[in-house]
């Protein structure tokens, strides 16, 4: 009889499946965990980084003279210009000013044009005057009809058109592009209401409502909150933005009738401007003055908002 050896037989493994799922479990928990704790940290240096940015935005709020009351002459026009002027110089119109709009040949002008030079506005009143030829013109022509001081050219866009003008015309126009319309040197009466539309223009740039107690008061608190607005602009890109906020404050010391335009300043990024002043149009309307302003006052500021170099 022939003896058999038992078969061998492969040691059995002992069961581990739970302790290696525990394991793989707590090095899961400990992954995110980790994560968690890299983006708090994240978190925590962004918005401490934000801070720092934010804190070197300067606010700076100026109070502005009053708007003077519309009247049916006037209008408003995009202010300063530039334009092209004779052998490819540019002029600027800016400021105060007497603007003399007209077209050379143009036969319905020509009693204008004599009664200009008689007249010679330019040297007899304190601000400077701007002559634009719509289209173009020649400056010895200008020159001989004396209206060629700061001469420009207008295709039509920037006041021919805006102004609906159909014939020499002479306007007043304050530092925001009001323009009053004076009519034509030819007119009787023209010399006494370009004098009266100067006056009026320069008296109504000086003033600041304000010299009051309660408007100093409610410019203080303006002034105070300023720095809520900084987040008003886009720290994130270093922009900058001028915004011209007008409000009036009733008797209970509620802000009311408050709007936020961006400026017409040479300086001000309509770009950044326009939504930073819906930004700070929505912040100012929250707050509340209480008893600083006993009795109802308005006024107009101007709000930049910008980089501080210096904190660099």
């Known amino acids: 009889m022939e003896r058999r050896e ?20 707590w090095r899961l928990i400990a992954l995110v965990a980790a994560c968690v704790a890299v983006g708090v940290a994240l978190h925590a240096g962004l918005a401490a980084w934000q801070r720092a940015r934010v804190e070197h935005l300067v606010v700076d709020v100026d109070l502005l003279p009053r708007v003077p009351p519309a009247t049916s002459s006037s209008s408003v026009v995009t202010w300063p210009m530039t334009l092209p002027g004779p052998a490819e110089t540019t002029v600027t119109l800016s400021g105060i000013a007497i603007v003399h709009v ?11 044009f004599e009664a200009i030079k008689r007249l010679a506005p330019e040297h007899r009143f304190r601000v400077p005057t701007f002559n634009v030829a719509y ?3 020649d400056p010895s022509w200008a020159r001989s009809y004396g209206v060629d001081t700061n001469l420009g050219f207008d295709d039509g866009s920037h006041l021919v058109r805006p102004l609906g003008i159909g014939t020499f015309t002479t306007f007043v126009v304050d530092t925001r592009g009001t323009a009053v319309r004076v009519g034509s ?43 809520e607005l900084r987040r008003c602009v886009d720290w994130w890109r270093g922009t900058t933005a001028t915004v011209v906020l007008s409000l009036r404050v009733d008797a209970d010391g509620a ?5 936020a335009a961006p400026a017409t300043t040479v300086a001000a990024d309509p770009r950044s401007s326009a939504p930073a002043a819906a930004c700070i149009e929505r912040a100012v309307r929250r707050w509340h003055l209480g008893t600083l302003a006993p009795e109802p ?6 709000i930049a908002l910008g980089n501080d170099d210096r904190g660099e």
């Open 297 to 302: 006052v308005e006024l107009r500021v101007q």
């Open 135 to 137: 289209g173009n013109a």
């Open 102 to 112: 007209w077209l050379q040949g143009c036969p319905d002008c020509m009693p204008a």
């Open 6 to 25: 038992p078969e061998a037989t492969a040691p059995v493994a002992l069961y581990e499946g739970p302790r290696v799922t525990l394991f793989r479990g």
């Open 255 to 259: 802000l009311v009738d408050v709007h």
């Open 185 to 227: 040197p030819a007119e009787e009466g023209y010399a006494s209401r370009l004098q009266d539309a100067v006056d009026e223009t320069t008296r109504a740039s000086q003033e600041v409502p304000g010299d009051t107690m309660r408007t100093v008061a409610t410019f203080a608190y303006l002034r105070g909150r300023s720095g």
